[in-house]
């Protein structure tokens, strides 16, 4: 099955300059589905993943059946102020200005094998503060799974070290 042929490119999109990779196209397709979630599990089927760590917002639907598939469980990353238990904050670097990312100060346990889930690898960052706050918690971080990687952007420079796995390459 060809995933890629079920990808949005949506230019301009949220902002001019930007191509945007629109995966509900793929999403509402039952065999890209069910397929993109097959592809982002298998490489981790052996890893004994304990827990996945989803990335608002589409990181919440391919994460939360990746763990399913997995046998592990789902933790949340937010944006600021959604979570409502007592929470660990990460701010990050954006290309102009700064963002931030949480987690429930409870969710990871120690030494839990963990294994991040978001749709696209981009510039890295919000990934990487993701990293941040498993490794705050004590969590084992075992690697980080995206449907799409844009090579062009470098994400995966500032994963140095760590165990990087994307389905489709852009
Ligand atoms: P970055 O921190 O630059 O790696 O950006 C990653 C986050 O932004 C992910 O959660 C993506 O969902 C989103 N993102 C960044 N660039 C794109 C893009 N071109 N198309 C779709 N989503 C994107």
């Not at 995933?3 to 509402?28: A, C, E, N, S």
């Not at 839990?112 to 696209?120: E, F, K, P, S």
């Not at 990934?127 to 084992?140: D, I, M, P, S, Y």
């Given at each position: ?50 827990v996945v760590v989803g990335i608002e917002s589409r990181g919440f639907i391919l994460g939360a059946a990746v763990a399913e598939r997995l046998g ?79 090579l062009a952007l470098g994400g995966k420079s500032r994963l140095a070290g760590e165990n990087v796995y994307s389905v489709l390459q852009y």
């Open positions: 099955m060809d995933l890629k042929q079920h990808i949005r490119h949506v230019p301009d999109f949220p902002k001019p300059g930007i191509l945007f990779y629109d995966i509900t196209t793929l999403l509402r397709h039952p065999q890209g589905l069910k397929a993109a979630i097959e592809r982002l599990a298998m490489p981790f089927a052996d890893a004994r993943i304990e592990a469980g789902f933790i949340p990353v937010r944006k600021p102020g959604k979570l409502p238990a007592r929470a660990i904050k990460e701010i990050y670097d954006l290309e102009y200005g700064k963002d931030a990312l949480e987690i429930h100060a409870d969710a990871v346990e120690q030494g839990q094998r963990v294994l991040i889930v978001d749709d696209v690898l981009a510039t890295g960052g919000t990934a990487a503060a993701t990293a941040q706050l498993v490794r705050k918690l004590g969590g084992e971080l075992h690697g980080l799974a995206f449907l799409i990687e844009l």
